[in-house]
């Protein structure tokens, strides 16, 4: 199984996964744009989409994580061990 580049175009909850280099992906990035869709900042290599949007959920859930660290950070260094 090769391998593509898939970019993500979000709406809300909605997340959609396209591979970069398909033929039909100019044309279906600006009608997804006309239709108030937005392109992601992440793209990812895998075999399909479904494999393209568990990354990108990987990573969400990372990020959610490390937000939340983050935002513990002032709570936990008032906690002596």
Do not use: I
């Not at 600006?30 to 990987?58: I, N």
């Amino acid at each position: 199984m090769s391998t593509q580049r898939y970019l993500f175009l979000m709406k809300g909850t909605l997340v959609l996964a396209q591979p970069l280099a398909a033929p039909e992906t100019g044309e279906l990035l600006a009608s997804l744009l006309q239709q108030g869709f937005v392109v992601g900042p992440l793209q990812v290599w895998a075999g399909s989409a479904e494999q393209a949007l568990a990354c990108y959920e990987r990573a969400a859930q990372q990020q959610a994580f490390a937000d939340a660290l983050q935002s513990a950070e002032p709570e936990l260094a008032g906690v002596s061990a």
